[in-house]
């Protein structure tokens, strides 16, 4: 007789949630929003579920200094519409930097999130600065805290044995 497996399903209230901090100084734009994306959705979770909000928040800092490869800053236009006949404006991705660099993060990440509710919502877990400074770091030091007592209570292994 064969015994029955039961599938273990992940409630709301064991996700846990952390805050993680990134430099975008000196990062490649689609490389960073990638791996931004990654964090927001909870993918790196080892108990990661497709349809939960299992993802972390992320703050972005100096997203001025993001590295733009090729030609990008003179050929990537980014497109919107006034709603109006004619009313399609461009606006090349040098005159974003200058004005609003966090917008272009924000925008190369929410490109790779999903199109639904789950992707919005994730969405709003994502703070993005252009310089050092944020007001988050009440938050991020509470979860730092959380990770250290994490590991404080966890029981080491005596050196030398091998995990089974």
Same mark, same amino acid.
Not at 58 to 76: E, M, S, Y
């Given at each position: 007789?064969?015994?029955?497996?039961?599938?273990?399903? $992940?409630? =709301?209230?064991?996700?846990?949630?952390?805050?993680?901090? &990134? #430099?975008?100084? *000196?990062?490649?734009?689609?490389?960073? /929003?990638?791996?931004?994306?990654?964090? $927001?959705? =909870?993918?790196?979770?080892?108990?990661?579920?497709?349809? &939960? #909000?299992?993802? *972390?928040?992320?703050?972005?800092?100096? /997203?001025?200094?993001?590295?733009?490869?090729?030609?990008?800053?003179?050929?990537?236009?980014?497109?919107?519409?006034?709603?109006?006949?004619?009313?399609?404006?461009?606006?090349?991705?040098?005159?974003?930097?200058?004005?609003?660099?966090?917008?272009?993060?924000?925008?190369?990440?929410?490109?790779?999130?999903?199109?639904?509710?789950?992707?919005?919502?994730?969405?709003?877990?994502?703070?993005?600065?252009?310089?050092?400074?944020?007001?988050?770091?009440?938050?991020?030091?509470?979860?730092?805290?959380?990770?250290?007592?994490?590991?404080?209570?966890?029981?080491?292994?005596?050196?030398?044995?091998?995990?089974?």
């Amino acid at each position: 007789m064969m015994k029955r497996m039961k599938t273990y399903s $992940l409630k =709301g209230g064991d996700i846990d949630k952390r805050w993680h901090v &990134l #430099d975008a100084a *000196d990062h490649t734009l689609g490389r960073l /929003a990638s791996q931004v994306a990654s964090l $927001l959705m =909870g993918k790196h979770k080892p108990d990661f579920t497709k349809h &939960l #909000d299992m993802g *972390d928040f992320v703050v972005v800092v100096n /997203a001025a200094k993001v590295r733009i490869t090729g030609n990008k800053l003179q050929d990537k236009m980014y497109y919107r519409h006034t709603g109006y006949m004619g009313g399609l404006k461009t606006i090349p991705l040098a005159r974003m930097m200058e004005r609003r660099p966090e917008r272009v993060i924000e925008m190369a990440v929410r490109g790779m999130l999903p199109r639904n509710r789950l992707g919005r919502h994730v969405y709003r877990h994502l703070k993005v600065y252009a310089g050092p400074d944020h007001p988050h770091q009440a938050q991020v030091n509470a979860s730092r805290k959380r990770e250290a007592a994490a590991a404080a209570t966890s029981t080491p292994r005596p050196t030398g044995e091998q995990p089974s």
